[in-house]
């Protein structure tokens, strides 16, 4: 008897012993059938279904190929838990023990076992659009009963939908059953510009680690694939019309990205709701476009002599002719509506120690940052509103004259201020300085990025709701410095899932107990579904503490 | 001519302007053929030998399937480089491109190029030992030349002089040959006793990972797998005589180690030259032994209220028969004449909680601390002079009677004063305190990890250099409250592969300019060192910076 008393003493508590009891068990038990991230209104009742093979998915109204492939993704996702309920039906019973600590579904068994799932029908209202977007409507509702209904108005609401579904399943504590409640949920986002930022100049990632963080992405409900393809180490954008700029400045042959891996690659985003974002980070960040193309770059000087190259020459015709030419096979291959330019952190020191420029500077009475002014000046109509540029702040914080469609992406200290004065301005933004990925910390730090809300942190500030729709989101970022295909997946997952759900779910609510209780809500959840993402293949790391991921019945 | 310079500006030069100049291409760009960890003679030649599929490998006086199977290995690891050689060359010529950056060997192309390596004969001097074990000779000496010389006094030191063979190879700028200098090398281990812990009590760590941490053990001659197998968490140990704690004990059925794993475990690990040291930790961290064995374990109360079963119970003799049936089991599946017994970390609040203990304490006139002294003393005779005691330090520092040959593992805070004090009381000890890899930082840690040399602490600390043996060596620790199959070859690779050079090598010298020196060429070998891990199939993550590995090449 006394190891159910171990069992059911909370692990934080704290006695008057000074003792600290450890549950022998996961730290915290995850939950079962819980979405990540959390639905806007979900209605739960412990009546449940289980799932068999017989079970069908059907579209109703419209359907599309995106569709039509998700209905089969999704299907098999779920196939592969009923068959790990098989498997355990089938083994001997003393293998069947469930994780100790785990919440018992055992005391449903007898009183509210219904029937099997029969179908679901997929009631689509619109006909499918052919592209993600900024503005595509993510909304749905499911109702979970013998027959299931997921109702949406767009293609990726029902994208949205289908991976809530696949979300609810759950099997029972000893691993032999596949159950589903019956559940009422009406979701929708509550920032459009969900993102995950992926360096591969810094170290190359393979194709095959970007799809699986794709995966990963619409496991998080996460919109935005911000791809910062290229940067001063490498260059493995293998442009077509400027062959040497990868050939040359690319680590190696066997670290490039050509044309057929970027379509592979946008194809897989477009099916699942995820818009691809390219960065092509000017003036500064440029130095592998110079190993190929050196006339562009500035040549930096300590006293009379050449020590490298720097930014972008701004006072060269040529940077500005082939930046067209790029920007142009770069809106032909990525469909998407944006355009990062970059923008961040240019070496203003390098165009002020050129004689060149100095003279230029002298000529035109203009200072090194207006400098950066022209250049983006010049850059911008190169996209020749064939694109809409989005630019990390310092854009903003120069001075740079900017269109008011200009998105500006906040990154840097004292952001609450920055977003202030951007919105002020009449500008969207989108928020990333609480969410960057290759800050580290010993035991984890995903509640740090759960508890960061932009919205939030304006409000405080300023106590004026009115300018908060104009931040549209955020983007984890993954900086590749440290990070490179042995430890990308595990290092982005699942800390990126604390900002999908912030950007996704209902903010959290003010009060001090009110956001511990959701932290530990939060915690459970997370085990569960990073147990799933393990589960699908994404070697998720732990979150919290000690836990149990059974990923595999074995006969 | 431009791009040339760019290239060879050192990455960390800062110049007068203030500008940080970012190289295209690799921050430390990686070595061609540097061992790690750092031999301790080694004279190298610019002349140097290709490889081509007739070289064989002959042992000669001696020899044993330890030996057979390694040379297998290793002739197996070099062909692999062998056919990326081959592959480069059947490319189109402008897929040869080198990774930027990297120091040229092209220089040598004409001038020292001699004759294909024709064969090593490995000249060992006794016969083989069948297990590794805490004297065991690890010194070789390995001369490259067309007819190459590796020689050893045991088998072990012939493992670590193939391990340094194969690292010796390296592939030209365009990868389109593989190549070995002329050398001579002397080497053998500063430390004796250089290991790696892994817990696979807070999360289950698959037999295929540990396999692969005993691969890249190898890969650093590390000698000691420190198996803290079981904890508070779960008890993953399948006892034959008590099946029940892991029945009951381990998180679930496929989260197990049987007989059988264990058996492939030591087998792998003794073809490898590396000693596996169980660890059972009594009389604290023992919850998961309770799930199945409550009363072996201490009640513990609030006030009059059983709250849950803190540590083995000291004063029942149920817990030391138990242990010592156990031990026995341990003793015949385990092979080292070490077994760990743990102590760390006893919970005396538990104890004194209880009012059996109470009573006792009161009779008796002896503290909780006490306690923990006299179940040390009725436990460490269980071992029966069978397995010699490692044991945490607290198991000194809290007076417990120790023989002279017990070693103890210094992990806690003040760690110099602990290490004086066992060395003074005569024992010897294996440090830890720095080298928790559980601890992460921002950017990368594994310099702190390097610098840390005990011996080296304790001189500075007294100036007495007669201590030092019997500093036997250390522990790299993979405590695993966060980590599991998805992350824990990263997060030990290669940080571990730090502390394995720090324990084999040489010390750092005492001047600062010095150590600097040392780090920035320890930091272009760790380059080198992790992308051959990569190549074995060792995600070890990078090390510094930016960097580019190539581990295929496509044809």
Redesign the interface.
């Given at each position: 008897m006394?190891?159910y008393?171990?069992?059911f003493?909370a692990v934080t508590?704290f006695?008057?012993?000074?003792?600290?009891?450890?549950?022998?068990?996961?730290?915290y038990p995850p939950t079962k059938g819980e979405v990540w991230p959390k639905p806007q209104y979900e209605k739960k009742e412990d009546k449940y279904f289980t799932h068999n093979s017989s079970f069908i998915i059907t579209p109703t109204n419209y359907t599309c190929d995106i569709l039509n492939k998700a209905i089969e993704r999704y299907a098999f996702t779920v196939r592969a838990l009923h068959n790990m309920a098989r498997r355990s039906r089938k083994n001997k019973p003393?293998?069947?023990?469930?994780?100790?600590g785990a919440p018992t579904t055992e005391k449903y068994e007898e009183v509210h076992r219904t029937h099997a799932l029969q179908k679901m029908e997929i009631v689509l209202t619109s006909p499918c659009e052919e592209l993600p977007h900024l503005n595509m409507d993510e909304s749905y509702s499911l109702t979970i009963d013998r027959i299931s209904i997921l109702r949406s108005e767009s293609v990726w609401g029902a994208l949205r939908g289908l991976e809530t579904w696949s979300q609810l399943f759950y099997l029972t504590d000893n691993y032999t059953q596949l159950r589903i409640n019956k559940t009422h949920i009406m979701d929708y986002p509550r920032y459009k510009h969900r993102g995950l930022l992926l360096d591969t100049?810094?170290?190359?990632i393979s194709v095959s680690n970007i799809l699986k963080t794709l995966n990963a992405m619409a496991m998080n409900k996460l919109n935005v694939f911000h791809w910062h393809i290229v940067d001063?180490?490498?260059?493995p954008y293998q442009s077509e019309k400027f062959p040497n700029l990868s050939?040359?400045?690319a680590?190696?042959?066997?670290?490039i990205y050509t044309h057929e891996d970027i379509q592979k690659i946008i194809a897989y985003a477009t099916e699942r709701g995820i818009r691809v974002l390219p960065e092509f980070d000017v003036p500064g960040h440029t130095?592998?476009w110079?190993?190929?193309y050196?006339d562009i770059l500035t040549?930096?000087?300590?006293?009379k002599n050449?020590?490298?190259?720097?930014p972008m020459n701004p006072i060269n015709n040529a940077t500005y002719t082939m930046l067209g030419q790029l920007f142009e096979e770069i809106q032909e291959w990525f469909p998407d509506k944006y355009l990062h330019v970059g923008g961040d952190e240019v070496?203003l020191?390098?165009w002020?120690?050129n004689p060149e420029l100095q003279d230029y500077m002298a000529k035109h009475n203009v200072s090194a940052y207006q400098l950066h002014a022209i250049f983006m000046q010049n850059v911008i109509p190169l996209l020749q509103n064939k694109s809409l540029p989005i630019v990390w702040q310092e854009v903003f914080d120069e001075g740079v004259p900017l269109s008011s469609d200009t998105i500006i992406q906040v990154w840097k200290n004292q952001w609450v201020n920055t977003m202030v004065k951007i919105l002020e301005a009449g500008h969207r933004l989108i928020f990333s300085a609480s969410w960057y990925l290759?800050?580290?910390?010993?035991?984890?730090d995903w509640t740090d990025f759960y508890i960061a809300d932009p919205r939030l942190m304006v409000y405080n500030a300023t106590g004026n709701d009115s300018l908060l729709d104009n931040i549209i989101g955020g983007e984890a970022c993954m900086w590749?410095?440290?990070?490179?295909?042995?430890?990308v997946?595990?290092r982005v997952w699942p800390r990126s899932s604390a900002v999908a759900e912030r950007l996704w779910s209902a903010s959290l609510a003010a009060s001090y107990r009110a956001r511990k209780d959701a932290l530990t809500d939060a915690r459970h959840r997370l085990e569960e579904h990073t147990c799933r993402m393990?589960r699908r293949g994404i070697?998720?790391?732990?979150p919290?503490?000690?836990?149990?991921?059974?990923t595999?019945?074995?006969q």
């Open positions: 006394l190891r008393l171990i069992i003493v508590n006695f008057a012993t000074g003792m600290y009891v450890v549950n022998p068990g996961p730290q003393h293998r069947h023990r469930q994780v100790r100049s810094r170290h190359y001063d180490q490498s260059f050939a040359l400045g680590y190696h042959s066997s670290m130095r592998s110079g190993v190929a050196p040549k930096c000087y300590d006293k050449v020590i490298g190259l720097g070496e020191n390098c002020k120690s290759d800050h580290i910390k010993s035991g984890g590749g410095e440290v990070v490179d295909d042995a430890n997946i595990n393990n070697a998720a790391q732990p919290n503490g000690p836990s149990a991921c059974v595999h019945i074995h």
